[in-house]
C-alpha cells in the first residue's frame, strides 16, 4: 500500500455517509459475516443464530453464492441480510477501478441489494462515491481477526469483550479458514452478551 492510499484510508470524513456502528445509545449489535457462503460452515452460523433467535447479516462473495444458491436461499429463509462483498474478493489498491466495479455487478442475486463491504475493507473515493449511489458501504468497528491462524478463541474473546459497545457492527467470517476460531466466538459472544441485555438485529431492523 503506497502513502498516498494510507493517507486517503485513514480520512474518515472522505466515507462519511458510510456506516461503521449503530445506534450508540441502544443497546443492539450487528453481527456480520463475510466471504460465505461455505457449506456446512454457514449452515453452522445458521444454527447458532436460530438457538439465540438472533439476526445478522451476510457478506457474500457472489463467486460462493453461485455456486451454493441455497445456502443463499436459507440465509434469506432464516430472516437475515444480504450484503454485496464483490464476486471475487477483488482488492481496490491491486486492481483497476473498471477491473474492480465489474466484479461487484457481476452476480446479481448478491449485487441486487442494499448494502456493500468492500474485500479488506479497501476503496478509492470516486469509487465510494460510485458504490454510494447504489449501496450503503457498510464497514465496522469490531474486527474480531478470527481468519487469524495464530490467534485462539482466547484472544478474540478478549477482543470481543474489550471492543463491543452500544450498536457495534461486528465482523466475522464464515470461511473455512476462520471457521475454528469463529464458531466458538459466535457462541460466546450470543451468549455474554445476550445475558447482558444486548439483541442482535440485521442491518435492515
Ligand atoms: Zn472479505
Not at 443492539?28 to 456446512?40: E, M, Q, V
Amino acid at each position: 500500500m503506497g502513502l498516498k492510499k494510507i493517507v486517503i484510508v485513514r480520512c474518515p470524513w472522505l466515507f462519511r455517509k458510510s456506516v461503521k456502528r449503530g445506534d450508540k445509545r441502544s443497546k443492539t449489535l450487528y453481527l456480520t459475516f463475510d466471504d460465505g457462503p461455505t457449506p456446512s460452515i454457514t449452515e453452522n452460523v445458521l444454527e447458532i443464530l436460530r438457538k439465540y433467535n438472533a439476526k445478522a447479516s451476510f457478506f457474500c462473495l457472489g463467486k460462493n453464492a453461485e455456486k451454493y444458491p441455497d445456502i443463499l436461499d436459507s440465509i434469506i429463509n432464516d430472516g437475515h441480510t444480504i450484503g454485496n462483498h464483490g464476486y471475487s474478493h477483488l482488492n481496490a489498491f491491486k486492481v483497476s477501478g473498471k477491473e474492480w466495479i465489474d466484479d461487484i455487478f457481476r452476480y446479481s442475486p448478491v449485487s441486487e441489494n442494499k448494502y456493500f463491504r468492500p474485500p479488506y475493507g479497501n476503496i478509492l473515493p470516486w469509487e465510494f462515491n460510485k458504490i454510494s449511489k447504489k449501496y450503503k458501504v457498510v464497514f465496522w468497528d469490531v474486527m474480531t481477526y478470527d481468519f487469524r491462524q495464530d490467534f485462539n478463541v482466547d484472544i478474540i474473546k478478549n477482543i470481543l469483550k474489550n471492543k463491543i459497545r452500544n450498536g457495534s457492527v461486528i465482523v466475522f467470517h464464515d470461511s473455512v479458514k476462520a471457521s475454528k476460531n469463529m464458531l466458538p466466538a459466535l457462541e460466546f459472544t450470543l451468549e455474554y452478551f445476550t445475558a447482558r441485555g444486548y439483541e442482535f438485529h440485521n442491518l435492515d431492523q
